[in-house]
């Protein structure tokens, strides 16, 4: 995974070739093929490049009509775009979305395919623009000091070594680490106070030490057609769906992300058919596994069987003989990461086996959701196709609610928007909000109640009616952004770059547009997937029940190292924790070597071990930038 770096001096100081240079060495975990580096006055651009495929020959720093721009660009549909723009096919991708921006303005994103993040300088009226993919593939954060200092980069720790830059780790974002649904608040804030992440989708412009952002993409809302054929939309999805996954496969140095489920099972599938197509050997995949009749191990291996891949497979043992557990805790960008312990075993595993870039299945929970197919059933007239699609739902997750319970829920999912809040007000107040692990004063301080509130509301506000604009609103939501942020932020500490095709803009608006029957039929959800995989993923897959998931064991491993390291450092981590905490949770620490850390309410300590490590790394981390300044 590349990144971009860049600040500009808003006292108009040119920049120390120390400052340079430490910031360079803070970003260089992105880019281990080479390096851009660009100063003129007070302002500095930068990029590390992981060369992947065509885009990692291209140049990441571009001058262009007066303007200086470097990205993290990866342009999917570059020969129409060529066209369209008049220029060579052998123009680079970052030239290229400069150019779309001067003929486009605006309005670049709906011609653009693919996953990116820029930076452009205006020296004429010096002015800084950043600009995000569609739905954020390629991340970037930014940071003002008024008077100070402007500084951007794809990671946080980047802009903390960056001159002028003193920002303090954000409480608010503290406690959300410990509350249920939190970390999808909003779409900008970060573990800092005053550094915050671009949206998907949005343009920022900073002049004059001001700055200002804008959306400048959405997901346009088609309703249903129910006059095509279903045969016809799985037809039209496989075919927008494989191109985007032709996309993004670059040859031999490309592997796949493959679980036991049906999403990365159809990315695994297409890729495995494109590469063929080409005369290419076989697809690598890399899937997590664990001894014994397993499931999920059990179906992973026999879709890569079925598709005929080169599996590569990584268990808790092997995962811990190779440090994986040590490696996480040193590398994660925020503590939030080091939850995702499955995902981190897989990038590891293709970054040490010399894959560079992972396709995965990321987003397509969301992207394929039917959203609340129950209250449209309710408001349409169809009350018993809604309480039968509700009972077969349950036997699809295994669970059993009482008729009663399914009627409810038919109803509360059916209510407008302000009777929904008002039926639920109670629930969203107080008691459910705040957490009993938090100091009280924290809690109040940052108004974790309302902060719960607001996050619950956003789900309320939904719309009912109108599945097209319910699924876009769901899209470009900001729990599927953090979901999104977390591949990205671990592929690039592992030296991979990370690709989803579910993520591709046109194949959004494809299934943005299909009726709820393609996606959800009697009980079974991503119906267009099973249906999409038949003579490619095997039965046991396609129709599998449920949701089997070894994360449990590998996080298992890596709370026990944390473990070990607050035992070790006790005094130091435990006076970090003191002032966010509360006093039962500071009394059970005490007594940690006790714990069973594979217990049901061993959450709140683990979050706290790891909390505590990932803390003690951002003092040391500051200290080490202080000593280079």
């Not at 080091?338 to 590891?348: D, E, N, P, R």
């Not at 009726?515 to 095997?538: E, N, Q």
């Not at 070894?550 to 390291?565: K, N, Y």
Request: hydrophobic share 45%; with cysteine; proline share 5%.
């Amino acid at each position: 995974m590349s990144g971009v770096f860049g600040w500009v001096d808003l006292r108009g100081a040119a920049p120390d070739s120390t400052d340079i240079q430490r910031v360079a060495r803070a970003a260089s975990h992105r880019g281990r093929d080479h390096s851009y580096l660009w100063a003129a006055g007070p302002v500095v651009l930068g990029t590390s490049v992981l060369a992947t495929g065509r885009a990692g020959s291209m140049p990441a720093l571009v001058h262009h009509a007066g303007v200086v721009a470097v990205g993290d660009v990866r342009i999917a549909n570059r020969g129409e775009l060529a066209a369209r723009l008049a220029v060579d096919e052998a123009v680079g991708d970052v030239e290229l979305l400069v150019r779309a921006r001067g003929r486009w303005g605006d309005r670049l994103l709906d011609h653009l395919v693919g996953d990116f993040v820029a930076a452009l300088w205006f020296p004429e009226d010096r002015r800084v623009e950043l600009i995000r993919d569609h739905l954020g593939a390629r991340r970037v954060v930014h940071h003002l000091r008024p008077g100070g200092v402007f500084a951007f980069a794809t990671d946080a720790s980047t802009v903390l070594a960056m001159p002028g830059v003193s920002v303090e780790i954000d409480e608010a974002r503290v406690t959300d680490f410990f509350t249920d649904d939190l970390e999808g608040i909003d779409h900008t804030c970060t573990m800092y106070r005053d550094v915050f992440r671009l949206p998907p989708a949005h343009l920022l412009t900073m002049r004059h030490g001001i700055v200002s952002t804008r959306r400048i993409w959405d997901v346009p809302v088609r309703e249903p057609s129910h006059r095509v054929h279903d045969d016809d939309h799985v037809a039209a999805f496989v075919e927008v769906f494989r191109r985007a996954v032709e996309d993004r496969v670059d040859g031999p140095d490309t592997a796949s992300m493959l679980s036991g489920g049906l999403d990365s099972g159809t990315v695994s599938w297409m890729a495995a058919d494109v590469l063929r197509d080409r005369g290419l050997p076989p697809l690598h995949t890399v899937s997590a596994v664990a001894d014994g009749d397993e499931v999920e191990t059990r179906l992973a291996r026999a879709s890569a069987r079925a598709i005929g891949s080169v599996p590569h497979e990584v268990d808790v043992a092997s995962f811990v003989a190779g440090g994986g557990p040590e490696r996480i805790l040193d590398l994660a960008e925020e503590p939030f990461d080091v939850l995702s312990t499955l995902v981190w075993a897989m990038y590891l595993r293709a970054g040490s086996d010399g894959f560079t870039v992972l396709l995965d299945g990321a987003g397509a929970d969301v992207v394929l959701s039917e959203g609340n197919r129950t209250g449209r059933l309710v408001l349409g007239g169809h009350p018993r196709q809604a309480y039968r699609g509700l009972a077969a739902d349950d036997e699809h997750w295994g669970e059993r609610r009482s008729p009663l319970r399914l009627v409810r829920a038919m109803v509360g999912s059916s209510l407008p928007a302000p009777l929904r809040r008002a039926v639920q007000r109670r629930e969203l107040r107080g008691p459910v909000a705040i957490s009993e692990w938090l100091s009280p004063d924290v809690s109040a301080r940052v108004d974790l109640a309302g902060r719960a509130r607001r996050s619950a509301e956003a789900f309320l506000a939904l719309p009912v009616r109108a599945a097209g604009a319910q699924r876009a609103r769901m899209v470009t939501g900001s729990m599927l952004t953090v979901g999104i942020e977390r591949y990205e932020r671990i592929a690039g500490r592992c030296g991979v770059e990370s690709r989803g095709p579910f993520l591709d803009r046109q194949v959004v608006e494809l299934v943005n547009g299909l009726p709820d029957r393609v996606l959800h039929d009697r009980g079974w959800h991503k119906a267009l997937l099973r249906r999409a995989g038949a003579g490619h993923l095997p039965p046991e897959v396609r129709w599998k029940r449920g949701r089997d998931h070894l994360g449990d064991r590998f996080m298992l491993a890596v709370s026990e190292v944390a473990r070990e390291r607050f035992l070790d450092d006790r005094a130091a981590r435990f006076e970090l924790l003191r002032p966010l905490l509360s006093d039962p949770m500071l009394a059970a620490l005490r007594r940690v070597e006790t714990v069973d850390l594979d217990s049901d309410d061993a959450s709140p300590v683990v979050c706290s071990l790891v909390l505590a490590d990932w803390m003690r790394r951002d003092v040391a981390t500051r200290a080490r930038n202080a000593k280079m300044v």
